[in-house]
T-cell receptor, first 112, second 112 residues
Framework: TQLLEQSPQFLSIQEGENLTVYCNSS?????LQWYRQEPGEGPVLLVT?????EVKKLKRLTFQFGDARKDSSLHITAAQPGDTGLYLC????????????FGAGTRLAVHP | SQTIHQWPATLVQPVGSPLSLECTVE??????LYWYRQAAGRGLQLLFY??????ISSEVPQNLSASRPQDRQFILSSKKLLLSDSGFYLC???????????FGQGTRLTVV
C-alpha cells in the first residue's frame, strides 16, 4: 500500500517567519501535487511536480520534488495570515494505476 | 473548464437509514472519478475510484459502496448508515490528459 507521510501535522507561527512542510513516502510517484484547503471546501491545487529534482516557485512558496521522486517539500517564506489553512500533498502512483492518494495534511496557522 | 457538482452540501441522517450522494462532472469526458472521506482537519482517505462506466475499485472495506452508471456520474451509497460514517465526503475527478484533480464542494454528513 502506498502511503504519503506529511510532517509536521500542525504548525503555529508568527507572521514573517519561514516554514517547511515535508511529504515522504517509500514508494515512487509519477507526480506529486500540493493542495490547500479551506474549512468546508474542497482542496485547491497549488502545484504539480513531475521531474525528480524539480523546483517550482509560486510567489513566496517553493516546491521541490526529490531526486528519487519519493518525497517533496513546500517552503513558505515570510508567512502571512492569509497562508493559514490545511496543506495536503497528493501522489499518483508510478505503477500505471489511477489512484490519487493524499497525505494526512499539515494544519498551518499564521498569527499576526 | 472541468467542474464537479456535488450535492447536498450538508446532510443529517439517522443511524440505519440509507445514503445516496451524487456527483456529476462537466467539461471533460471519460474522467477518472474518486470518492474521499475527510475527518475534521485531516487528510483525505480514498474510498473508491473509477476509471470508466461500471468500473469501481474499492480501497477500504466498509459500509459504503459506489457506482458509476454514466460516464460523468459517480454515486456513493450505503444501505444502513453507522455513526462512524459521519464525515466530510469529497468527489474528485481527473482528466486523463492531466494529473491534477478537481474537486466538488463536499458533503458534510452527520449520522445521528
Amino acid at each position: 500500500t502506498q502511503l504519503l507521510e506529511q510532517s509536521p501535522q500542525f504548525l503555529s507561527i508568527q507572521e514573517g517567519e519561514n516554514l517547511t512542510v515535508y511529504c515522504n513516502s517509500s514508494s515512487v510517484f509519477s507526480s506529486l501535487q500540493w493542495y490547500r484547503q479551506e474549512p468546508g471546501e474542497g482542496p485547491v491545487l497549488l502545484v504539480t511536480v513531475v521531474t525528480g529534482g524539480e523546483v517550482k516557485k509560486l510567489k513566496r512558496l517553493t516546491f521541490q520534488f526529490g531526486d528519487a521522486r519519493k518525497d517533496s517539500s513546500l517552503h513558505i517564506t515570510a508567512a502571512q495570515p492569509g497562508d493559514t489553512g490545511l496543506y495536503l500533498c497528493a501522489g499518483m502512483s508510478a505503477g500505471g494505476y489511477n489512484k490519487l492518494i493524499f497525505g494526512a495534511g499539515t494544519r498551518l496557522a499564521v498569527h499576526p | 473548464s472541468q467542474t464537479i457538482h456535488q450535492w447536498p452540501a450538508t446532510l443529517v441522517q439517522p443511524v440505519g437509514s440509507p445514503l445516496s450522494l451524487e456527483c456529476t462532472v462537466e467539461g471533460t469526458s471519460n474522467p477518472n472519478l474518486y470518492w474521499y472521506r475527510q475527518a475534521a482537519g485531516r487528510g483525505l482517505q480514498l474510498l473508491f475510484y473509477s476509471v470508466g462506466i461500471g468500473q469501481i475499485s474499492s480501497e477500504v472495506p466498509q459500509n459504503l459502496s459506489a457506482s458509476r452508471p454514466q460516464d460523468r456520474q459517480f454515486i456513493l451509497s450505503s444501505k444502513k448508515l453507522l455513526l462512524s460514517d459521519s464525515g466530510f465526503y469529497l468527489c474528485a475527478g481527473r482528466d486523463g490528459l492531466n494529473t491534477e484533480a478537481f474537486f466538488g464542494q463536499g458533503t458534510r454528513l452527520t449520522v445521528v
